[in-house]
């Protein structure tokens, strides 16, 4: 049996991990290997690309930032949160806001010195990533379109330095990444939809309050035709090996994802449109591995 004092440690452990997403934050570190084995390493043997101790400190220095990312946010939408959240806002505030800013500025110290260990370019890029998040979490977010693609935009950037390490310009990187802009678009989309009874308590000018629940759809609607551009260029110009599937996964999802949500009335409804997205960006993330299978046992 656990001791008192056991027990209160762990709640805090949860209660961090909850704060900075950890689960969300080990499918980007998950993501950003993959990428750098199948996609934009693809040419190099896969060892060199595991073992590469620069990658390793770009992807850590990723994690930090995002954490960090996290948490920042966290504590500008507290109050937001005990509306859209009440049952995950509890928990998080076992941890107190003083212990979570300290938590915070140390994650982004660590993140600036891991990048330092690339280069100083890696510096500049992850303390404008960092201003970015920051700035994003006490201004951008509360506006209509600047903060949905600004949101969506800082959620692929850790890809893009992984993308500049390797500076790998073939035209399919780019396909893919307009793939999941689109996609990261539309789940911030959905989670206005799915949070607009907090969003209007604490005045936020998001999409769905502005321009209302109707135009917010036509827009996801819009948004979900856009993805078919990529998927097609994906599935017929380029060799993207058995990950074809995953694409072919994708029609049925998204149409059913556009059923549901001309439907879509609470709270609710929006929370499964917002986890069907989930679930495709996260299987998304782990079918590169079927990306030219038997080329990359070659290069073990």
């Given at each position: ?99 979570k800013l300290s ?17 100083f370019k890696g ?178």
């Amino acid at each position: 049996m656990l001791s008192r004092k056991q027990k209160h440690i762990l709640l805090k452990f949860f209660s961090m991990f909850s704060v900075v997403r950890g689960y969300n934050i080990l499918i980007v570190v998950i993501a950003q290997y993959l990428t750098a084995i199948f996609i934009l390493g693809h040419d190099l043997p896969v060892k060199d690309v595991v073992l590469d101790l620069n990658l390793l400190m770009l992807v850590l220095a990723s994690a930090a930032t995002i954490a960090g990312g996290y948490i920042i946010n966290n504590f500008y939408d507290s109050e937001k949160d005990l509306i859209n959240r009440p049952i995950k806002s509890k928990l998080d505030k076992l941890i107190s806001q003083n212990t979570k800013l300290s938590f915070y500025f140390v994650l982004n110290f660590l993140a600036v010195v891991m990048a330092s260990y690339v280069s100083f370019k890696g510096v500049i890029f992850f303390s404008i990533y960092i201003f970015g998040i920051w700035f994003y979490s006490h201004k951008l977010k509360k506006m209509p379109f600047i903060g949905n693609l600004t949101s969506a935009t800082l959620t692929i950037t850790p890809f893009f330095a992984i993308f500049m390490y390797y500076k790998n310009f073939e035209h399919v990187v780019f396909v893919h990444a307009i793939f999941l802009f689109l996609m990261m678009s539309m789940r911030e989309l959905t989670k206005d939809l799915e949070n607009i009874k907090g969003d209007l308590a604490q005045n936020y000018k998001t999409i769905p309050i502005v321009y209302g629940e109707k135009a917010s759809k036509v827009m996801l609607t819009i948004l979900a035709v856009l993805t078919w551009v990529p998927m097609s260029l994906l599935l017929s110009r380029y060799d993207v090996g058995y990950m074809d599937l995953y694409f072919y996964l994708c029609i049925p999802l998204l149409l059913a994802f556009l059923l549901i949500l001309w439907m879509s009335k609470t709270k609710t409804h929006y929370l499964i449109l917002h986890n069907i997205l989930k679930f495709i960006i996260v299987v998304g993330a782990f079918s590169i591995v079927l990306i030219k299978v038997s080329v990359v046992l070659n290069r073990i």
